[in-house]
């Protein structure tokens, strides 16, 4: 089954709203990151975050490992925030990344 | 900042014909790995490399191969594409912490095989 749920899938906010996307994972890990991926395709990444709370600017990401989660808050939300995110996890004992699908995010001005 | 490039950034091929997309990096990092984006799969690891001359497969290597000849260089090859092999295709790279490094990633090659 699918090691990595993000939710939710599709997203409409105003532009000014906060968002809150979750990352749910089925397997063990040893580190969670946090990608966006830009409307044309590229990949950023946005956050390394193995556990605790993470800052940058708007966007904060949360991993709890215990409770096998992780979550990006994105406040004040802006039209140029649009496009997908994307969590990856790094299963333990391998060297392999798992990605989730991703939750397509679109902000209306 | 990290520099991946893959080239080419678009190609149709054929089906049974071989196609090789290829990775280039400027970060000096010992892994590289290549993944392939789906709608509705998100990204899936084909191959990937800790070190030149070597590679190792990932979750889904059946039809490709995969080419380390340098630090710097790391090659996909579809030796006889077909059609389940249309996607996108991203090359990433990182650091000597692997997987659990951050992955820096080039701007993807689409694939649409005929």
């Known amino acids: 089954g699918q090691q990595v749920q993000q939710s939710p899938a599709s997203l409409v906010l105003q532009e000014g709203e906060n968002a809150e996307l979750q990352c749910n994972f089925s397997t063990s890990l040893n580190s969670m990151q946090w990608f966006y991926q830009r409307p044309g395709g590229s990949l950023v990444s946005l956050f390394y975050?193995?556990?605790g709370t993470k800052h940058s600017g708007r966007l904060t990401s949360t991993t709890v490992i215990k409770e096998r989660r992780s979550s990006l808050h994105i406040s004040s939300s802006q039209t140029t925030d649009s496009g997908t995110y994307l969590c990856?996890?790094?299963?333990?004992?391998?060297?392999?990344?798992?990605f989730g699908t991703g939750t397509r995010l679109q902000v209306l001005p | 900042e990290a520099a991946v490039t893959q080239s080419p950034r678009s190609k149709v091929a054929v089906t049974g014909g071989k196609v090789t997309l290829s990775c280039h990096q400027t970060n000096n990092h010992d892994y590289m790995y290549w993944y392939r984006q789906d709608t509705g799969h998100g990204l899936r690891l084909i191959h990937y490399s800790y070190v030149a001359d070597s590679t190792e497969k990932g979750d889904i290597p059946d039809g490709y191969k995969a080419s380390r000849p340098s630090q710097e260089n790391f090659s996909l090859i579809l030796e006889l594409a077909s059609l389940s092999q249309t996607a996108v295709y991203f090359c990433a790279s990182s650091d000597f912490r692997g997987a659990g490094d951050t992955q820096y990633f080039g701007p993807g090659t689409r694939l649409l095989v005929l």
């Open positions: 975050n193995p556990s």
């Open positions: 990856a996890l790094e299963r333990s004992n391998t060297n392999k990344v798992v």
